[in-house]
């Protein structure tokens, strides 16, 4: 009997030099092909030419339309070998993503084919990394990863503090990303309580994401992509608000102005949208696709929140993952098992 799953797509920065040749496994595959070709296109490196490079160069692995793009390819070559491969397996019932994660689930869910979605998320790393501002990320948990309410209170502070300078940018399982002025950054980074020797932590070569510091890339985007190109999703979405877009229910319009102007200039509520997708279609397993693993304390994080299949702390997460039915699972794991010995 096939279990249900929903399918969790990474955001920026998860291509980094541990994941230089992660691809090889989709080297001519029909969705690396659609996707070199469209980079080519566009006077660009293809995908298969940087993450088949001898030496990972942050000048060149690192460049915004560059990294997004390999995220990209990875998640939409990844989900696309789950379905050709264990179909028998699992239902993929719904689609949701962090940050520059939702282009890779709308591609995922049918709303785009695999050339478009390159087109997008290139055009997107380009016009987003031009605008001002910065990022910067800080822990909101305790060791256990249930919420402090100091930590929660020290960072709502700064938000007040830096009314109109600084944002939530997104909400990611036990942390908060923000995004503002690099006067505003600087500011708050300086006033919250270090932790763990590593936070606040900067985000190095992000701009201010998800904020209002980025209505000039969202408007140069909705002028660039129109609501035509824009088909209605095979697979349930749920997006950086949390809204479910059901297939063959689905406003073109509405669902282009989301996704060029408001999660592009708004804060992406990536801890709700996970929520939502479990609380609404209780899959019995969550899909990670990659690059990366950078994204499974997060999604835990959010489950912890809400305890769902009672998870109420760190601990009964590890416990349930060391179990013989966990419930998270990463696609390149599970698509090296399928593979004949």
């Known amino acids: 009997m096939k279990q249900t799953a ?15 040749g992660s ?33 990972y160069l942050n000048a060149s692995h690192q460049k915004p339309e560059n990294n997004a793009a390999l995220i990209y390819a990875a998640g939409v070559a ?20 962090n940050s520059m994660g939702w282009y890779t689930a709308l591609a995922c869910a049918g709303v785009w ?40 209170a020290a960072v709502k502070h700064q938000l007040a503090l830096h009314h109109g300078a600084l944002w939530m940018s997104i909400e990611y399982g036990g942390y908060a990303v923000m995004a503002g002025s690099k ?19 900067l985000l190095h070569g992000h701009a201010g994401f998800h904020s209002p510091l ?25 997006d950086g608000s949390g809204t479910i877009w059901h297939p063959g229910a689905v406003d073109s319009e509405a669902l282009w102005r989301y996704t060029f102007q408001t ?31 950078n994204l ?3 999604v835990a994080q959010s489950l912890i929140e809400i305890g769902y299949a009672g998870l109420h702390s760190k601990l009964d997460f590890v416990a349930l993952q060391q179990s013989d039915n966990p419930l998270l699972l990463e696609a390149q794991t599970l698509l090296t098992e399928s593979e004949p010995a």
Do not use: N
Request: aromatic share 8%.
């Open 263 to 293: 999660q592009v200039a708004d804060c992406y509520h990536f801890s709700r949208a996970l929520q939502v997708a479990v609380k609404e279609f209780a899959p019995d397993k969550l899909i990670l696709l990659g690059p990366g693993q």
């Open 113 to 152: 084919t695999p050339a478009f979605g390159t087109e997008v998320v290139s055009a997107m790393a380009q016009l987003t990394a031009q605008a001002e501002g910065q990022q910067f990320i800080y822990p909101l948990l305790d060791e256990q990863w249930r919420l402090d309410p100091q930590k929660e």
């Open 78 to 97: 990844q989900f696309q070998r789950l379905q050709q491969h264990l179909a028998t397996q699992y239902d993929i019932v719904a689609v949701t993503g």
């Open 6 to 20: 929903l399918v969790v797509c990474p955001g920026r920065g998860t291509y980094q030099k541990t994941e230089l």
């Open 296 to 298: 499974g304390g997060a």
């Open 183 to 201: 006067a505003a950054v600087s500011a708050a980074m300086a006033a919250l309580p270090p932790v763990d020797g590593r936070f606040p932590l």
């Open 214 to 238: 980025m209505q000039q890339a969202s408007e140069a985007a909705l002028h660039r992509f129109s609501a035509q190109q824009f088909k209605r999703p095979q697979t349930a979405l749920i």
């Open 23 to 55: 691809l090889a496994p989709f080297y001519g595959s029909k969705a690396l092909k659609a996707i070199d070709q469209t980079r080519h296109q566009l006077g660009l490196a293809t995908v298969t030419e940087l993450d088949s490079a001898p030496l």
